[in-house]
C-alpha cells in the first residue's frame, strides 16, 4: 500500500511537497546505506543487518520518496502484540520537512491496523531532538538504559500505546 501525506509547510518556501511512503524495495538499500551513513556515521548499520532486517520485517520497513527519490526510512518490527521502532533516518538534506512524520504517521496507522497494542523503542539520552519528535506522537519516556549503545552512551526507552 503507498500512501501519500502531505508534510509540514516547508521552512524555506512554503510550499508543501508530498510524500510516498511504502515499503522497502530491495533496489532502495544503496540510498538506505547513504542516508543511514550520513545521519549515524561510524554507528551506521551495515547492509547486511538491514537485509536481514527487511526479512524479518518488510511489511513495516517503510520508505517515505519525494520527487521519485527516497529521503527517509523507519523501521519497525513486530513481536506478538507489541512493535519497536528499530531505526529511522532522514536524508539530512531533506530534514525538518515531514519525511519523518509521514513515515511515523503512516506506521502507527498499518500498527493500529494489524491490532498492535504498544510500540516501544530507544533513543539516546542526549538526543533531545528525537525525544522530542517522538513525544509529539505521543510517546512517555520510561526507564533510562545505562551503557546501552556501543560507546556505551545511555539510552531512554520509550512507548507508546495504540
Not at 538499500?29 to 520485517?57: P, Q, T, V, W
Not at 506478538?80 to 519525511?99: I, K, N, T, W, Y
Amino acid at each position: 500500500m503507498i500512501v501519500k501525506i502531505p508534510p509540514p509547510l516547508s521552512r524555506d518556501n512554503g510550499m508543501q511537497a508530498p510524500y510516498t511512503v511504502r515499503r522497502l524495495r530491495l533496489a532502495d538499500l544503496n540510498r538506505i546505506m547513504e542516508i543511514e551513513h550520513a545521519s549515524f556515521g561510524d554507528e551506521a548499520y551495515d547492509r547486511n543487518l538491514f537485509a536481514e532486517f527487511f526479512r524479518k520485517c518488510g511489511e513495516l520497513f517503510l520508505v517515505a520518496e519525494h520527487d521519485r527519490k527516497v529521503r527517509g526510512y523507519m523501521l519497525t518490527c513486530i513481536r506478538g502484540e507489541q512493535a519497536e521502532l528499530v531505526s529511522v533516518a532522514v536524508d539530512p538534506a531533506a530534514r525538518g520537512r515531514g519525511a519523518a512524520s509521514a513515515l511515523m504517521e503512516s506506521t502507527l496507522r498499518r500498527l493500529r491496523r494489524r491490532g498492535i497494542v504498544r510500540i516501544g523503542l530507544m533513543v539516546r539520552v542526549t538526543n533531545d531532538k528525537a525525544r522530542a519528535f517522538y513525544e509529539r506522537y505521543g510517546f512517555k519516556k520510561g526507564r533510562k538504559a545505562p551503557r546501552y549503545y556501543e560507546d556505551l552512551g545511555d539510552g531512554w526507552r520509550m512507548a507508546k500505546n495504540l
